[in-house]
């Protein structure tokens, strides 16, 4: 088992550092600590309200047991923090695995490269990939039934939904795989593809690759990147779409947010616009269907998530939930009504 010191140096706000937070959700039992020296002293809890007391560090020295840095945000652009660069030397000299998903491979840096070879440790650059397949339609097995999560902007909790229906599949005694089309779900499942790093033309073809190695299962949970609605990421969102042509499709939406990250004069549709757009824009290659609703209730209260749960079953006639603070149970259901339904 790894000794995890995850890196979130100054970015240690939610958003930024959605990689961490999911690291920590997710492999906890692994984590030795939180690497923030402008937090040092916290917990995680206290910094992301995850993790419990797992300590918040200023420097490697504070954890000697540790054997690997992975870097916890994950910016648009992909670009390594130059202020970072001292933290990432350091780690390499005490020998120490670094494991990134940035857009910026640390194994194609001169100085980081050399300072690794001579220390006799790795760099793992997640992103990193040779897809050169296109789709073909050729090989899929009808058996499979497929579900994609989707969303109305990025970071609205597209990769949590899958992981969560996936093991709550699962759990139920269901043949159920959750499939990683990013780094940070890649990093938790130990395999996948980084969908967003592949060439443009090679995306659709990546996207059923990850479905023709997986088919052997009864269930797969695909990880929806980026959004239609993006004015940056759309074409990765796009790509995955028709290359993994789902049957079902849940939508992943985080209630208040009206603008699209990052490009604040863009808003986002609704719900139901969402839906409508997925529904159309999948029926192109494969006639897929929305099936249930995420809601992402971080801004909510209790009764707040109730009423907009409320609301979105009614609209739109699927079961919604937050799968974090009421669990996935609804989605599993809509999940293998859909199965029953097209009778594989």
């Known amino acids: ?33 939180i690497l923030d020296s402008t937090s040092r002293g916290m917990t995680s809890q206290q910094l992301f309200a995850i993790g419990g007391d797992l300590p918040v560090i200023a420097t490697l020295e504070e954890a000697p047991e540790a054997d690997a840095l992975v870097i916890g945000i994950a910016p648009a652009g992909g670009k390594i923090p130059r202020p970072w660069r001292p933290i990432l030397l350091d780690a390499i000299q005490r020998g120490m695995t670094i494991v990134s998903g940035l857009h910026d491979f640390l194994s194609d840096d001169a100085e980081l490269a050399a300072a690794a070879q001579r220390a006799g440790t790795r760099l793992v650059d997640v992103r990193k990939n040779n897809e050169r397949a296109v789709a073909k339609q050729l090989g899929i097995r009808n058996e499979c039934l497929r579900v994609l999560t989707i969303g109305n902007d990025c970071s609205v909790g597209k990769m949590v939904a899958a992981i969560e229906i996936a093991r709550g599949l699962q759990e139920a005694g269901h043949d159920a795989k959750f499939v990683a089309t990013g780094q940070t779900g890649i990093m938790i499942e130990g395999d996948g593809c980084p969908v967003d790093c592949v060439v443009a033309d090679f995306v659709n073809g990546a996207a059923e690759r990850l479905v023709l190695a997986n088919q052997h299962h009864d269930i797969l949970l695909v990880e929806g990147q980026g959004s239609l609605f993006h004015p940056s990421f759309s074409s990765v969102t796009l790509g995955l779409l028709h290359g993994c042509l789902p049957d079902g499709m849940v939508v992943c939406y985080e209630a208040g947010r009206k603008t699209a990250r990052g490009v604040d004069h863009v808003s986002v549709p609704s719900v139901g616009e969402t839906k409508r757009i997925y529904e159309s824009m999948a029926s192109v290659m494969h006639p897929g269907r929305v099936v249930g609703v995420a809601v992402n209730g971080r801004h909510l209260s209790d009764s707040e998530l109730a009423r907009e749960c409320r609301r979105v079953r009614d609209q739109l006639q699927v079961p919604a939930c937050d799968v974090m603070r009421t669990g996935s149970g609804e989605l599993v259901d809509a999940v293998l009504a859909l199965k029953r339904e097209l009778g594989k």
């Open 1 to 33: 088992m790894a000794r995890i010191v995850v890196l979130t140096e100054g970015r240690s706000d939610p958003l930024s550092a959605k990689t961490a937070v999911n690291l920590i959700r997710y492999r906890r039992d692994e984590m030795v600590a």
